[in-house]
């Protein structure tokens, strides 16, 4: 999980956040302006798809929320690591890459004995799927990219294999599992309806199999198009969101974000790369703050 802010990046954010924000000189209020004008208003950004969710939100199913510090780290941790952190550490849950044919390290540890243990310490987790990317993305690595004609059925197709990762550790029915996309320019309307079309077939396949759906992205990127998709009507949405803003503010609110996922639903991941020594071990990894599901 990364965040990268190019300043075409932060520039097309401001235009999609103008255009979506509900407030005082809002887009609704000049595509208003527009219309009174006589001139044709212009298509939104995202489109509204919505799809079957039979599933729906899970009622009754175990649901386990977590607020406080968490952190994740490339490759999960060593036990004895975690037991020291736990001791001397500020944090609570520790985010985990279980499934994705496109992870960036490998995980030799992370066994369903590891859970066990690491559970029994107290930790809850987040699991993480890394799998297909947007396909506008410029960045290198993670070359397989989201073809925008099969978006909806290759997201359903990445569901069953976070299902079968969650299973694999031993992480039961009603956990999330949060579906990584690394950021990319928003200059594209094609390229983020196929992000949010692959995020609404991931959450509609994961709700049928028990599961809850997560969201991981760059505020200025698949998180700005998943809240245009929000306010456009599109479902199923994921069931919490996992944003990227290295701005250092512990908090899980921003206005880019206001009336949604409010429910305890949303990860703030604040800092990242960082270097930090607890109980007398050192791991470099990304700091977040959590109001959101976890994982027990």
Known sequence: MRYLRPTSLAAASLVLLLATDG???????ALAATAAAGAPAPPPRIRATVLDDPAGPLQGVRR???EG????????????????WRADSPY???GIYTSGAQRACG?????ADWIRQARAMGWRFLPVHVGLQAPCRTQAGKPRRIDPA???????????????????????????VYLDIESYPLQDPACGQAVVDFALGWTQALHAAG????????????IADLAAAARAGAAPLPDALWYARWDDRPTTDHASLRGLWTKHQRIHQYRGDVEETHGGVTLTVDRNQLDALVAA
């Open 92 to 94: 609570g849950a520790v």
């Open 23 to 29: 407030g005082a000189g809002s887009g609704a209020e």
């Open 211 to 222: 599961y809850r759906s997560g969201f991981y992205s760059s505020l200025d990127s698949g």
């Open 64 to 66: 386990e929320v977590f």
């Open 69 to 84: 510090p968490g952190f994740d780290a490339c490759t999960a941790p060593s036990l004895e690591t975690l037991k020291a």
């Open 107 to 111: 995980q030799p540890r992370l066994t």
């Open 150 to 176: 099969d978006a909806v059925r290759q997201g359903r197709d990445e569901a069953a294999a976070a299902v079968r990762g969650l299973k694999a550790v031993g992480l039961g029915k009603g956990s999330p």
